[in-house]
């Protein structure tokens, strides 16, 4: 405030020096003046208004509370909660009236500027003064205090109980095959999800554009004959990983056109960090959390490969699992730390071997006894947190590491089957709950979806999924859905009305269009502008009209042909065995007539054509003359009974 009030000083100063200049130079100015401001009386307005609007918000609200007041008891306890305030008023009034002795700091704390503030708090307030006098009166506003504490402790207890947070109210499935699906993945903001399967298929689902009648829009075959193991966007959502049963992976758009093929290494070099891609068939593959266009592989030729987007000529970087003896292990799993500086791979003798991103010889965490040597596990997971990691196992366990202590497990679960090599486990949103698949043979049981407890590790919920095995979860934490692949096709989404967002609550929603049986033309309309009019085709307008009238005639509408009574016509024959060759057979066995003689066959119905002419006889019948026949002569008869060696010749 200073600094402006010595900026107008100086402002006048340079005033009054420019109308000097301004005199001596001989001419009225320099052009516009400086508008002026009285600092004084706009701080005068204002503090005056503070205070009128501070007294009538001080008698309206006394106002309400007498008119609220009941009783004389009352009466008295609304006054000495008043007390304090209109003595407070009152000085602040009292602070007002003295304006040179007071500092604008003073006045801003004693004056009362702005909204009121509620009730509710004002009674607080009054309460911490005035002692146990107003607490005996507000005896209603703790009872409502105590209810809301209530509710909150309700509360409170729902989100104790991570189970009620589960999505399973609802379910709708979506078919994807015959066969089993053993890869899912969703957008990160989960509008479209994408299925993989043992059929070699991608099916791309969009929940927005689908109905009830939940079809895939386009489905594809990006690797054509190997089966799809792994599926999954990047963080930006723009490109998908294909990871098949080859031994290059793919990256595709998000409507399934080819972006990279990674490059096939050299199978004859026996160092694999020399070559400069996979040689044998991959295991897995996922994206890099915070860097966009990196991504990881592994694969059976023992090796954990990353890669960059923009360079597919080779690799970024090797990583290479060794057992106990050194040798080469085959790592069946892999995946990034939340933060992204880390990678894990889990491997076929049972190992756990985590390495520094940037640091690719030496791992930095390594477990020698995970899992039973000679298993694959068949996914890792680290918790949203970034200090716990999940292991399934395929000696049907799910353990809890904690990397800080990577030597032992901190817990683990038995008994659950698994019989893929890609069978998931996943942390639930709020990271309380650990969520895997179990199999089952077939026609032996459901399989079903687990829910373990983080901190005690004990089971506290299960989905009965399907009469097959659950091969792939996933539990969005955008949507609060999950995502369930089967052994049979089937890929099914669980949500909740209330809990879930989008996703799957967009289609359910969208009545199933009827397809209407023809919405074309049936003949193509040839557009002519430069015809002349008698020449011109009108155009028609519209389709229904056209296809009523199509539909009455018989030519355009392939009226199929009536059945033929009787001996046939046109060329078709009575149904008399179905077929003209057996028409034809019936026909001559009951034919009774003697056609060994053709001349008499022929002339045995000379006698009805005469009759009753049909063909050419009743065209002339009025102009045609009578026909008149040469008799025979005496030389003709001569000629006959002469030998044929005598006859002349013609």
Not at 15 to 34: L, N, P, T, Y
Not at 515 to 529: K, S, V, W
């Amino acid at each position: 405030m200073i600094n402006n009030v010595l900026a107008v000083f100086a402002a006048s100063d340079k005033m009054s020096d420019d109308g000097e200049i301004a005199s001596v130079m001989g001419f009225s100015g320099f052009g516009k003046k400086a508008r002026t401001f009285d600092l004084e009386a706009i701080f005068e307005q204002t503090r005056r208004t503070a205070i009128e609007r501070s007294q009538l918000v001080l008698d309206e609200r006394q106002k309400d509370d007498q008119m609220d007041e009941e009783g004389e008891s009352s009466q008295s306890v609304k006054s000495s909660l008043h007390a304090p305030r209109d003595k407070a008023a009152a000085a602040t009034s009292g602070k007002q009236e003295s304006e040179s002795s007071s500092d604008s700091g003073s006045d801003s704390d004693s004056e009362l500027i702005g909204p009121p503030l509620p009730p509710q708090h004002t009674a607080q307030d009054d309460d911490d003064e005035d002692g146990p006098l107003t607490r005996a009166s507000g005896s209603t506003a703790q009872t409502d205090e105590e209810e809301d504490d209530d509710d909150g402790e309700a509360q409170d207890d729902d989100d104790d109980n991570p189970v009620k947070k589960i999505p399973d109210t609802h379910e709708i499935t979506l078919q994807h095959g015959t066969k089993t699906v053993s890869a899912l993945a969703l957008d990160p903001s989960g509008a479209r999800l994408v299925t993989g399967g043992y059929d070699y298929d991608v099916r791309f689902w969009d929940f927005a554009g689908m109905d009830q009648g939940v079809q895939a829009f386009r489905s594809l075959q990006p690797c054509e004959c190997h089966q799809i193991t792994s599926l999954q966007y990047s963080n930006t959502g723009d490109v998908i990983l294909v990871v098949s049963g080859n031994a290059q992976a793919k990256v595709l758009d998000r409507d399934g056109f080819n972006v990279m093929e990674c490059v096939k290494g050299d199978q004859y070099i026996v160092d694999m960090a020399k070559t400069k891609g996979h040689t044998a068939m991959l295991n897995s593959g996922c994206w890099h959390p915070k860097t966009k266009e990196e991504f990881m592989t592994c694969s059976n030729d023992g090796t954990v490969r990353t890669w960059d987007l923009s360079s597919e000529k080779k690799h970024k970087s090797v990583f290479k699992p060794r057992s106990f003896q050194g040798k080469k292990v085959v790592p069946t799993s892999c995946t990034y730390s939340r933060d992204g500086k880390l990678i894990a791979a889990g491997c076929q003798d049972g190992t756990i071997q985590i390495w520094d991103r940037n640091l690719s010889v030496h791992t930095k965490f390594h477990c020698r006894q995970a899992h039973i040597p000679g298993s694959d596990t068949s996914c890792i997971s680290f918790s949203y947190d970034g200090r716990t990691l999940a292991s399934r196992g395929g000696d049907d366990t799910l353990k809890m590491w904690d990397i800080r202590n990577f030597r032992k497990p901190v817990n683990v679960a038995t008994g659950l089957s698994n019989n893929f090599t890609m069978t998931d486990c996943c942390f639930s949103p709020d990271d309380k709950l650990l969520v895997t698949g179990t199999s089952v043979k077939r026609e032996q049981g459901n399989g079903k979806l687990v829910f373990f407890d983080r901190t005690s590790f004990q089971k506290v919920y299960e989905i009965e999924v399907t009469n097959a095995s659950v091969v792939r979860c996933l539990w969005h934490p955008k949507l609060n859905q999950i995502m369930v692949g089967t052994g049979n096709g089937l890929a099914k989404v669980y949500y909740d009305p209330l809990k879930s967002h989008r996703g799957a609550k967009l289609c359910v929603v969208k009545s199933q269009r009827k397809e209407r049986q023809a919405e074309t033309l049936t003949q193509d309309y040839i557009i002519t502008p430069h015809a002349l009019p008698m020449f011109r085709e009108a155009r028609q307008r519209s389709t229904r009209k056209q296809l009523e009238k199509d539909r009455l005639d018989p030519k355009k509408s392939h009226k199929p042909e009536p059945p033929v009574s009787g001996p046939g016509r046109g060329g078709r024959v009575a149904a008399h065995g179905g077929t003209l060759s057996s028409f034809i057979v019936k026909n001559i066995a009951l034919d009774k007539t003697d056609d060994s003689n053709p001349r008499q066959a022929i002339l045995r119905h000379a006698q009805e054509a005469s009759d009753n002419p049909y063909w050419v006889a009743p065209a002339y019948k009025q102009t045609q003359p009578v026909p008149l026949f040469a008799e025979d002569s005496e030389e003709d008869e001569e000629a006959e009974k002469e030998p044929e060696w005598k006859k002349r010749k013609i």
